[in-house]
């Protein structure tokens, strides 16, 4: 086809810190939730679950949609995990989890790892990688762990931390691209974009003053 085509991206996650990455970036993502069960995927190879468990999401948003005419559509799948300790540290199932984990973690470093998986509805095309980043984390008191459990910020994210919330006060530095451990590396994306033959600028949004519509500023060649 020679016309250009608007794009859509889909993210599948209910993830509301992906979706700001996407934002501050210029992209209005649709939001479709997967509903993958994460215990499906059995591996001692963080970057191989976090990956699997991408795909796994973004494939389960395939079967349910409905791609419109005259627009290209996206999804893009992710899912993160700390590996520390030569363990693979997901989402905490308790409180008790939470605390022991970071009176683990406390003065100590992990990588958090990242699998994106980014498929082209229109062409049947998919282009996926994991981006890593480490993780150097304060060594907070007793006191401050306590408080932060009963935040419940640590119980909804993998390793038990965030870098763009409460948590970030616990987390000396960091090596690599802070997206990773928000969940979505922007710079991967655009790489797995390129892979697919688009553009970053494809994806990007105009809001007007007071958010009252969005205009696309982006279109893809076909």
């Given amino acids: 086809m020679s016309e250009t085509l608007p794009l859509r991206l889909v993210l599948a996650s209910a993830s509301p810190a992906r979706r700001k990455i996407l934002q501050a970036a210029g992209i209005e993502p649709d939001v479709l939730v997967s509903g993958v069960d994460e215990s499906l995927v059995v591996t001692d190879r963080a970057e191989?679950?976090?990956?699997?468990?991408?795909?796994?999401?973004?494939?389960?948003?395939?079967?349910?949609?409905?791609?419109?005419?005259?627009q290209?559509?996206?999804?893009?799948?992710?899912?993160?995990?700390?590996?520390?300790?030569?363990?693979i540290l997901g989402k905490p199932t308790d409180p008790a989890d939470a605390?022991?984990?970071?009176?683990?973690?406390?003065?100590?470093?992990?990588v958090l790892h990242s699998g994106h998986c980014l498929v082209d509805v229109s062409a049947g095309r998919r282009?996926?990688?994991v981006?890593?980043?480490t993780v150097h984390f304060a060594?907070?008191?007793?006191?401050?762990?306590a408080a932060y459990v009963a935040s419940g910020?640590?119980?909804?994210?993998?390793?038990?931390?965030t870098i763009d919330g409460l948590g970030g006060a616990f987390v000396e530095r960091i090596e690599g691209d802070p997206g990773t451990v928000v969940g979505l590396s922007m710079p991967l994306l655009r790489r797995l974009l390129a892979e697919l033959d688009l553009r970053i600028t494809d994806l990007w949004t105009k809001v007007a003053p007071g958010g009252q519509s969005v205009e696309s500023v982006g279109n893809v060649r076909s």
């Fill in 48 to 70: 191989e679950l976090c990956l699997e468990l991408a795909r796994l999401k973004a494939q389960a948003v395939l079967t349910r949609l409905s791609p419109g005419a005259g």
């Fill in 72 to 87: 290209r559509t996206l999804v893009i799948g992710c899912d993160s995990v700390l590996a520390f300790d030569g363990e």
């Fill in 99 to 110: 605390t022991g984990r970071w009176l683990r973690m406390r003065g100590r470093s992990g």
């Fill in 127 to 129: 282009a996926e990688a």
């Fill in 131 to 133: 981006a890593s980043t």
């Fill in 139 to 145: 060594d907070i008191s007793d006191d401050e762990i």
């Fill in 153 to 161: 910020e640590p119980l909804a994210v993998a390793g038990a931390f």
